[in-house]
């Protein structure tokens, strides 16, 4: 039988009251709340960590994905914005000035995250975690924190949920898929890191190529611990003001990999952020003694937390199909364009496998994957949206979630300025909106 505590009853003080309240962030939380500040509604940002990006910059995923489908760039407003002042700001490269591909300091992101909220006159609450949702009758209203300054209670017309596991849609009640269909699976999770003191002299396209070779080398030798045999990404970081010495240079890693984590179960995160270390030290090694360039490199810094692919998929009023994304759908209410592939990782931690969408084609993800089935008063944002679980292979990185966050941001100061749900606003004049900012819809 299992053992409880009851907590004492408390009275918890309303520390505010806004017409919008973000919950996190991360790279669809902290646009939406720019999104929202920008069309006239008070809005609140409410993050755990003392900065933004998230997984960005949290998470040091650099590595930012393409906005053109081969034709056109379909991907405008304040994404495309961010972007362009990122690479004005320093420390980000960008690759390829037509699809805005780029890699990043993630230091550097944090600064324009910050600035690009505060200048559109977001309020920002650092260093708060969202216990509760307050919920009545269906609608949630507001969101009950705790902090440094105890526990503390905000009120909002509409709540937007951006925790990236969909903690307070489902808190408040939502419905939620899980892992591969029927089996609790999820995909493994990674720790990122960025190597310093590298020599880009001795790098040749040729080391691309011998990777699995010497891991394999390692692996015979017992120097590799790491249950996937290939890097997933890597390449030069350059710092904002770093100086310009080819012989002393930066590189981030996607390359740790650790099985069988549930991203919502506080001992399997204990498990992935010890392994995942543990695997980072392996990668250092490895990269001394087998690659050339990386004999004396260090790790200059790891990510504050693992990178989490996938945990809870709220069901929204339409579930984002794999076919959806493939055959470049688009719908009467869609909201969000995207060209990015379908990216799922083998759940036994050897490899992961692309799905591309046909040239010069593009998808579009329709609003009601917003809105979760059953609840009022709140849209979900960035990985924990509406969709199956390939389809959220190409819905779950940053170059999606940000023009995600727009589409929430905007929905949500209609939804205050008609006095109505975020379920009943004109989707019209929520696609006009975004066609004005410059998504192609």
Known sequence: MAEYFLEKERKVPVKGKYDVIVCGGG????????????????TLLIERYGFLGGTATAGMIVDFGSIYDGNQVIVGGITHEFLHMLEKFGGAWMRDEKTHSMVFDPESMIMVSQEMVLESGCTILFHTWICEPIVENGVVKGVITENKSGRQAFLGKVIIE???DGDIAARAGAQFEFGHGSKDILQPVTLEVIVGNVDVTKISLDAFKKIKTWIAEAKQNNEWIIPTERFFSWGRVI??????NPKSSFFFFNATNVLNINGCDVEDLTRAEIESRRQVDCLIRFLRKYVPGFENCYPDRTAAQVGIRETRRIIGDYILKREDVLSGRHFDDGVVPS???I???DTEGKDFKHEFLNPDAHYEIPYRCFLPKGLDGILTGGRCISADYRALGSTRVMVVCMPIGEAIGIAASIAVKENCTPREI???????ALRNAGMSL
């Open 239 to 244: 710092k904002r003001g770093e100086p310009a």
């Open 339 to 341: 060209c990015n592939s």
């Open 27 to 42: 790279p669809s939380g902290f646009i939406s709340a720019i999104a929202s500040a920008r069309a006239g509604a008070t």
């Open 426 to 432: 004109p989707v019209q004049k929520l696609r006009s």
């Open 343 to 345: 990216d799922v990782h």
């Open 162 to 164: 951006t925790t990236g």
